[in-house]
Every structure is written in C-alpha cells, then in structure tokens.
C-alpha cells in the first residue's frame, strides 16, 4: 500500500516538473509577448499626399494664393515609450510646369530633413501630435539655369491618427504643417528680405512597426 502511495506521489511531481520545464521553455522562447496594442522598437511611415505650397517675403502681409500638388513623406525611428516616438522626417512637394516667360519647363519644390517627436496621449489610443525642427530647402529647377534654390531652416508640427490593420501595420491620416526661412545676399552684398515657404498637407500614410 505504501508502495502504490509512493509511486502516485512520486508521479505526479515528475507531472508536475514536466510542466513547469515546458512553461519555462516557452517563456525563454523567441515568442512576442508584449500585448498587441503597445506601441515598441522601430517605426517606420511611408506617405502621400495633397500639399498646399505658399509664400511670402518679410514685411509682406500675407502669403500668397496657395498652390496644391503632391506631397509625400518618409519617417523612421524608434519608440522611446508607449507615449512618446523619437525619429527622423524627409518630406517634400514639387510642382512641374510650363514657364511661358521662360519657355522652358521649370519644377518648383519644397522640403525638409527634421528630427520630430510624436507624443500619443494615450497608450492604447491611436492620436498622436507631432513636432519637429531640421533644415529646409525650396527652389526651381530650370532646364536651362539648372537648379536655383536657397537653403534655410524651419519646423514641421503635425496631427495624425494609427487606425490598427493587423499586429505590425497601421492606416495613418495625417495633417501637418511645413514651414520654411531663409535669406540671401544679392551680387553687392547686400542682405535682402527673408523668404517665408509654407506647405500643408493632407494625407495619408502607411506605419509599419516591425517590432523589438
């Protein structure tokens, strides 16, 4: 009797070790399991858009009748916190088009290198507002002249929403403003007025979280 007790008593630990080992097995495994709506690791956003392109000189009033063409973006980083991403923005418009004073084909553009900040209120929420700073460029290309252009500095700030697709892929609308300074010096030396270039845009983006 005290054999059969023995040998019950001692099966059910080596049960019992058995499933702990597998437990401890699966958690030491290369599986995910950080739930799925935390935000984590690297980030990327892929994004198009319709951008309105507008200018004005220092001591001008108001900017000029807005011009709207494509636009599109490209941002990478990482997630410092479920709240908060840290990364890299390259944007830019461009508008192609016939130039009767000129009679040439001439393509006018804007845009910016800029490290932003996305802060989402919420952990488990989508919105999140974006900010940055970076250098910026607008300028045509003329066939004949080449490249004319002037570099300068500026900011980006933006609105934006993460509608889930799956684990890793998120539709991602956006807003989001542009806005760019620079100043030259003319053949005397002579520092003309700034150059003020604003662009808003509204689009649409693709965000893609690989993971850890």
């Not at 702990?20 to 198009?48: H, Y």
């Not at 900040?117 to 919105?127: D, E, L």
């Not at 080449?146 to 890793?168: C, I, K, M, P, Q």
């Amino acid at each position: 009797m005290r054999y059969h007790v023995a040998v019950t008593s001692l099966s059910l630990l080596l049960v019992s070790l058995s499933v702990q080992s597998a437990e401890a097995q699966r958690r030491r495994g290369l599986v995910d399991i950080t739930p799925s709506s935390d935000r984590r690791g690297l980030w990327m956003n892929i994004g198009v858009g319709a951008g309105t392109e507008s200018s004005k000189f220092e001591g001008e009033s108001s900017y000029t009748e807005g011009l709207t063409k494509p636009a599109g973006s490209f941002r990478i980083g990482g997630t410092v916190s479920p709240n908060f991403r840290l990364g890299a923005e390259i944007t830019g418009w461009a508008d192609r088009h016939y130039d009767s004073g000129l009679q040439d084909n001439v393509t006018s553009y804007v845009g910016g290198l800029f490290l932003i900040g996305q802060f989402y209120p919420s952990r488990k929420a989508g919105f999140f507002a974006k900010g940055g700073l970076g250098v910026t460029r607008v300028g045509e290309d003329i066939y004949g002249p080449g490249d004319l252009h002037e570099d300068g500095f500026g900011w980006t700030a933006g609105l934006g929403y993460e509608v889930r697709l799956n684990r890793s892929l998120f539709l991602t609308p956006t807003v989001d403003v542009l806005q760019h300074r620079s100043q030259v010096r003319d053949g005397a030396g002579v520092l003309q007025p700034a150059l003020y270039d604003r662009l808003v845009t509204f689009g649409v983006a693709l965000t893609i979280q690989p993971g850890r």
